[in-house]
């Protein structure tokens, strides 16, 4: 079983910026694609970014592109999310997403390809 947890969510002004991470536990001995999606009230889940199990490879989704940055560290087994130049659009709860691979360049946007996920992490950005 893999677990993860995200942490640094919480209320910011617009403009500013925050920096999520998420910690996986449990069978760490695989190789994960890592990625990050977000729900607003209201809305469907939707994704944000994706990261490679080498790190070498990002996609980032339109709307983040230029303002968030993916990171992983691996011998951490922590995935990082940089958010700078929030708006109150990006006000969600965030979530991070593992999904198995053997292919270390291998990322997706799907959710569908995600089989594990955690609790979510509030963000809040007032106007």
């Known amino acids: 079983q893999v677990q993860l947890v995200e942490s640094g969510g919480r209320l910011v002004q617009a403009g500013g910026s925050l920096r999520l991470s998420c910690v996986v536990s449990g069978r760490t001995d695989s190789s994960y694609a890592m990625g990050w999606f977000r729900q607003a009230p209201g809305k469907e889940r939707e994704f944000v970014v994706a990261?490679?199990?080498?790190?070498?490879?990002?996609y980032y989704a339109d709307s983040v592109k230029g303002r968030f940055t993916i990171s992983r560290d691996n011998a951490k087994n922590t995935v990082y999310l940089q958010m700078n130049s929030l708006t109150p659009e990006d006000t969600a709860v965030y979530y991070c997403a593992a999904a198995r691979t053997y292919i270390q360049n291998w990322y997706s946007a799907r959710s569908n390809d995600y089989g594990y996920w955690g609790q979510g992490t509030q963000v809040t950005v007032s106007s």
């Open positions: 990261i490679s199990w080498s790190g070498t490879r990002t």
